[in-house]
């Protein structure tokens, strides 16, 4: 089992559709959650960080977080075709003393106009 | 801003050449990495560093090494290069070990070995 799972998609939505991302996790104890947007060839952008069970809400973008579930999701209201882009999932736990973080491999989104 | 900056934007280098990366970070931070991202893969961590001169093997340091001789700057180094090691590879910074920190990245450099 992967320590990160996303699907890898790609997601296509219609403009002005919400955008729902999904992230599963498997390590109980990760304190930190983080989703990065990846443009085709230029480095992940941290977009959102969360570390308590809920949502938080910046702009369009809404992370939620379910521990016990071990899960964690983006939704990007009204999306644009901007927002086109490959979304990384991160999580980061603390291991061996340090805070390792371990990435999804991504998933593609498509907003059509 | 925080700003990391990465050497080079692509690089061409051939089998069995000696490769240096550079990062550069801007913000006094402690922790420093290098990842690289294959398609499929994700990002993979290669090694990082919490401290001058401190370095610590990541998931996959086979074939690399790294040099932390002042805070700000982190290198990697492929001894021996080779057409597995085509890549993207991409440094980030991080304050420290709160686990609010935030990890930023580079631009990354594209890595071809021919």
């Known amino acids: 089992q992967k320590e990160v799972e996303q699907n890898s998609g790609p997601l296509s939505v219609p403009e002005g559709a919400i955008a729902s991302l999904n992230c599963t996790y498997s390590?109980?104890?990760?304190?930190?959650f983080f989703w990065y947007r990846q443009y085709s060839g230029k480095s992940p952008e941290l977009i959102m960080s969360?570390?308590?069970?809920g949502d938080k809400e910046d702009g369009r973008f809404t992370a939620q977080l379910n521990k016990a579930s071990q899960y964690v999701s983006l939704l990007i209201r009204d999306s644009q075709p901007s927002d086109s882009a490959t979304y990384l999932c991160a999580v980061r736990r603390n291991s061996g003393g340090y805070q390792k973080v371990t990435f999804g491999t991504g998933t593609k989104l498509q907003v059509i106009p | 801003d925080v700003k990391v900056t990465q050497s080079s934007r692509y690089l061409v280098k051939r089998t069995g050449e000696k490769v240096f990366l550079e990062c550069v970070q801007d913000?006094?931070?402690?922790?420093m990495f290098w990842y690289r991202q294959d398609p499929g893969l994700g990002l993979r961590l290669i090694y990082f560093?919490?401290?001058?001169?401190?370095?610590e093997k990541g998931d996959i340091p086979e074939g690399y090494s790294v040099s932390r001789e002042k805070k700000e700057r982190f290198s990697l180094i492929l001894e021996s290069a080779s057409t597995n090691q085509t890549s993207m590879y991409l440094c980030?910074?991080?304050?420290?070990?709160?686990?609010?920190?935030?990890?930023?990245f580079g631009p990354g450099t594209r890595l071809t070995v021919l």
């Open positions: 390590d109980r104890v990760s304190q930190s």
């Open positions: 560093s919490y401290d001058v001169k401190m370095k």
């Open positions: 913000m006094d931070h402690e922790n």
């Open positions: 969360i570390y308590s069970n």
């Open positions: 980030a910074s991080r304050t420290g070990q709160r686990f609010t920190d935030t990890q930023y």
